[in-house]
């Protein structure tokens, strides 16, 4: 498990010291492009029973995908998905300074829920790091460890239908929704209902329009990869830049005290700030199956490509993120709220 021991409570209007940064350029390593080169206890509970609706997964392109809801989420649940998973994990810890979360829900959560879980990495870590907590993790995909503490349960469900827990939370946590969910108001609409008054609900996701500061992006693979993959998701219903629209849909579905938080991710070793360049390098390392994992399935079924031309444009974009001349990033938002009294 990923050692998490920062505390997590920040002042609601200061940024962290990374954060505080977000304005400038990040500084290009001069180094690195001086050359042509490329840069070499107890079980976990289910809301559903294991049923063949559950496990019959569809395997497709060599990939492997959710059963349950069928078609709903267009990534990969294997293993080479999930090992892909925990990277970004890792990486997210790195920009947020070891921080699991931003929102200052106080010492003793009691009641948590962290949804599209994924692997179940972070609510292992948080239910590690708050034992007195009852802490859920929801997903389409019954893929997480069997050992767990014990303070965690996994359910298999979708967050998009309609919620039926028997009592609300103190703390709602949700992340990486980009390319998953069609209806963000919705959902936090939901969230809402669901969070105890004067309760906290924060969402990190993405701005998933990779761009340069310095527009050396322009004209290359990647920002091809990118408009093609955007584009498809989007027309198959499913928002690609949900980041910067998180303040207003909180703001709409009723919270206060709303806190914005934007991190830039660079992808590749290319800056120069040990701290940019190490985030750079966990996000490439996670974006050489990541390319074509995000690809395949949309391109494939919504826009009638063939397998092998979207590993052609996967492999393109992989290569533009190895050319240290090209200098690519992510904007990054952790956005929470509280429910009013």
């Known amino acids: 498990m990923t050692e998490s021991t ?32 490329a840069y070499g206890n107890e079980f976990s509970v289910y809301s559903a029973s294991l ?12 990939r492997r995908y959710h059963g349950y809801r ?15 998973l925990d990277m970004i994990h890792e990486m997210t810890l790195t920009v947020m300074e070891r921080k699991l979360f931003l929102a200052p829900i106080g010492p003793s959560p009691q009641r948590v829920i962290d949804l599209g879980t994924g692997t179940g990495i972070w609510a292992i870590d948080f239910a590690d790091q708050y034992p007195s907590a009852e802490v859920i993790g ?11 503490p014990p303070n965690l349960r996994f359910l298999v469900d979708d967050i ?44 990190q996701d993405w701005d998933s329009m990779m761009r340069s500061e310095d527009g050396s992006t322009k004209g290359s ?15 198959a219903g499913y928002p690609t830049q949900p980041g910067p629209n998180l303040e207003q849909w909180f703001r709409e579905a009723g919270f206060v005290d709303i806190h914005v938080q934007k991190y830039r991710i660079p992808m590749g070793p290319w800056p120069k700030d040990p701290y940019y360049k190490k985030i750079g390098t966990w996000n490439l390392l996670q974006g050489e199956p990541g390319f074509e994992s995000a690809a395949i399935a949309v391109l494939t079924r ?11 444009l996967a492999a393109q974009a992989l290569n533009d993120v190895k050319n240290p001349k090209i200098h690519p990033l992510y904007d990054y938002y952790v956005v929470y709220g509280r429910k009013p009294e």
Request: charged residues 30%; aromatic residues 12%.
């Open 138 to 148: 929801v997903d389409l995909s019954p893929t997480q460890p069997s050992m767990v």
């Open 6 to 37: 920062a505390q997590n409570e920040p002042s609601t209007h200061e940024p962290s010291t990374r954060a505080d940064q977000s304005q400038r350029p990040i500084e290009v390593d001069v180094k690195a492009t001086e050359t042509d080169s």
């Open 160 to 203: 998009e239908a309609e919620w039926a827990y028997e009592s609300p939370f103190d703390f709602i946590h949700a992340r990486y929704l980009a390319y998953s969910i069609k209806d963000f108001k919705k959902l936090l609409k939901q969230c809402f209902k669901y969070t105890k008054p004067g309760g906290w609900v924060e969402f």
């Open 302 to 312: 919504f826009e009638s490509w063939s397998p092998e031309e979207v590993k052609v």
């Open 221 to 235: 693979h990647i920002e091809r990869y990118s408009k093609e993959v955007l584009s498809a998701f989007e027309k």
């Open 70 to 84: 069928d078609g709903s989420y267009l990534l990969p649940n294997d293993d080479k998905e999930s090992d892909r």
């Open 51 to 62: 049923t063949s609706s559950v496990l019959d997964y569809r395997h497709e392109n060599g």
